[in-house]
């Protein structure tokens, strides 16, 4: 079992940065692939990026690539991810994700067991 809790969420001008945590708690964190996704009103939950056990690898959609950054701490059981050069098109609820076996690309919504609530990020233009 893998418990999540984002945080660090909030209102930024377009350019700005935010910072989101992701707490986890369970034995199995660090033997965890960790994902970021988002989603909008009406639409599908969406990849943002994803991060091995080890985290020395990652993999980003192509919409954020070069702005945000993925990394954890395992010894801390948090993931975060760092959001650059953020754009009104970024807004959405962000949410971490947990999954027990690495696949590869690992960007795959219905692969993650284990899912945090939330935190809104509003990206004003």
Do not use: H
């Not at 909030?10 to 033997?31: D, E, H, I, M, Y």
Request: hydrophobic share 30%.
């Amino acid at each position: 079992q893998v418990q999540l809790v984002e945080s660090g969420g909030g209102l930024v001008q377009a350019g700005g940065s935010l910072r989101l945590s992701c707490a986890a708690s369970g034995r199995t964190f660090s033997s965890s692939v960790m994902g970021w996704f988002r989603q909008t009103p009406g639409k599908e939950r969406e990849f943002v990026a994803t991060i091995d056990w080890t985290g020395t690898s990652t993999y980003y959609a192509d919409s954020v690539k070069g702005r945000f950054t993925v990394s954890r701490d395992n010894a801390k059981n948090t993931v975060f991810l760092q959001m650059n050069s953020l754009k009104p098109e970024d807004t959405a609820v962000y949410y971490c994700a947990a999954k027990l076996y690495d696949s590869g690309k690992n960007d795959m919504s219905r692969d993650y067991a284990y899912w945090g609530q939330g935190t809104q990020v509003t990206v004003s233009s």
